[in-house]
C-alpha cells in the first residue's frame, strides 16, 4: 500500500470580505490592466512606463491639466449616473450615447430659436429642455420592453445611430451656420446661454451641476419610497411582482431618470464647452459611462471620482499623438481596466483553496 496525495484548487465562498480585501483587489487589477496594455505599447517600440508617465503628467500634473480633466469628466458624470440608475433596475441602457446627443439638439434649439425667453431664464431652460429630450428618448427605447417584452438592449443600441444621424442632419441641413465658413455646425449661440465659468480657467459651473445631480440620486435611492422600489425591482423582478410593485411604471421612471441625465451631459457640452450643436458631439462618452458605472458599483459618489479619473485619461490622451501613440491607446486602456476589474469582483466574493487530499492506492 502507498499514499497517493493530490492537490485540489477550488473557490469558497466568502460570508463577509474583508474592507482590505474590497479596496486592494480593485488597485491590483487595475495595475494589471495597465501592465497588459503596457505590452501592447512595448510591441509599438514605445516605453510603457515613458508613455504613463507622459499621460498622467497631462491628466493630472499641473493645475490646468487639472481643471482640464476635470472638464472633460463633466458630461461623463452626467452619463455614468444616468445608466447606474437603469443598470440598478437591471435595465441595460446602451442608450445614453443618443440620449446626450438628443439633449445637446434640444438645448440648442432652446438657445437658438426662443429668443422671447428672458436672459435670465435662457440657461434653466436650456437644461430643462435638455433633460426632457433625454428622458423622452429613454422612455421612447423602454416602451417595447414594457408593452411587447423586447430587450431593451439592442433597441437602445439602435436608438443612438438614430439620434446621431438625426443630430448630423440638422448639422448638415437647416440649421448649418451659413454666415460662417459653411461646415456643418450650427450658428453659436447667445452668451446668455454660456455657462459660468471658475476665473480665467475653462471649467465652468456644469460642474456645480453634475454635482448636485450626484447627491440628489443618492438621496432619491436613500429617501424615497420609489428609489427603495428601483433598488427591490432591481435585486428580485419577480419577486418583486409578487410583492405588488408596479414593475413597469418603475421601469418607465427609471429610463427617464436615466435618459434625463444623460441630456444634461449634452446641454454642459453644448453651453459650457463648444457653444454650438455639431456632428457626432458624444463622441463615445455613452459608452464610457457604462465602463465608469460597472467600476463604481453604481455608487453616485464614487461615480463622480472614476469620471475625474477617466476625464484624465482623456485628456491626456491628447498628448500621446506627439509621441506618435494614437490616442485609441486610452479606449484599450479603459476596456481593459473594465475587464480585470469584473473579473476581480470573483476574487472579492470567493477565495482561492489549495487542499491536498490524500489517499491509500493498492501497488
Known amino acids: 500500500m502507498r499514499n497517493n496525495c493530490r492537490w485540489s484548487l477550488h473557490f469558497e ?28 505599447v512595448a510591441a509599438q517600440g514605445f516605453a510603457p512606463l515613458a508613455v504613463y508617465s507622459r499621460l498622467l503628467k497631462n491628466a493630472f500634473g499641473s493645475s490646468f491639466s487639472f481643471l482640464e480633466s476635470v472638464l472633460q469628466a463633466i458630461p ?5 449616473l444616468g445608466v447606474s440608475i437603469a443598470f440598478r433596475m437591471s435595465l441595460n441602457n446602451i442608450g445614453a450615447e443618443g440620449q446626450y446627443a438628443m439633449g445637446a439638439f434640444a438645448a440648442t434649439g432652446v438657445a437658438l430659436f426662443c429668443p422671447w425667453l428672458p436672459e435670465h431664464l435662457l440657461l434653466p431652460g436650456m437644461i430643462l429642455a435638455g433633460f426632457a429630450a433625454g428622458a423622452l428618448w429613454g422612455v421612447l427605447a423602454v416602451l417595447p420592453r414594457v408593452t411587447l417584452g423586447v430587450s431593451e438592449t439592442i433597441v437602445t443600441l439602435m436608438c443612438n445611430y438614430i439620434a446621431l444621424l438625426f443630430v448630423n442632419y440638422w448639422c448638415y441641413g437647416p440649421w448649418r451656420d451659413r454666415t460662417g465658413n459653411n461646415m456643418p455646425y450650427s450658428p453659436i449661440i447667445p452668451e446668455a446661454a454660456h455657462f459660468p465659468t471658475f476665473g480665467s480657467s475653462r471649467l465652468h459651473t456644469g460642474l456645480l451641476l453634475a454635482i ?25 423582478p419577480l419577486a418583486a411582482r409578487y410583492a405588488g410593485l408596479k414593475v413597469n411604471s418603475n421601469i418607465l421612471l427609471a429610463m427617464a431618470l436615466s435618459g434625463g441625465l444623460a441630456g444634461l451631459a449634452g446641454v454642459t457640452q453644448i453651453g459650457g464647452v463648444v457653444f454650438r450643436l455639431e456632428p457626432d458631439l458624444p463622441n463615445g462618452a455613452g459608452y464610457t459611462a457604462i465602463v465608469i458605472a460597472y467600476l463604481s458599483g453604481f455608487n ?3 461615480i463622480l471620482l ?4 477617466f476625464g484624465g485619461l482623456t485628456q491626456g490622451g491628447f498628448s500621446l499623438q506627439i509621441m506618435g501613440i494614437s490616442s485609441k491607446i486610452v479606449t484599450m486602456i479603459q476596456g481593459a ?25 493498492e501497488v
Request: glycine share 8%; net charge positive; aromatic share 14%.
Open 13 to 40: 465562498k466568502r460570508e463577509r470580505p474583508a474592507w482590505y480585501i474590497r479596496v486592494l483587489t480593485p488597485v491590483i487589477c487595475i495595475l494589471l490592466a495597465f501592465f497588459c496594455c503596457g505590452i501592447v
Open 300 to 302: 453616485p459618489f464614487v
Open 337 to 361: 481596466v473594465l475587464l480585470f476589474v469584473l473579473g476581480g469582483e470573483i476574487f472579492i466574493r470567493n477565495r482561492l483553496v489549495l487542499v491536498k487530499r490524500t489517499g491509500e492506492k
Open 76 to 80: 461623463l458624470i452626467f452619463c455614468g
Open 306 to 309: 472614476v469620471s475625474i479619473l
Open 212 to 236: 448636485a445631480m450626484t447627491v440628489l440620486v443618492f438621496l432619491f435611492y436613500r429617501c424615497t419610497t420609489r428609489g427603495y422600489q428601483m433598488r427591490v425591482i432591481g435585486s428580485n
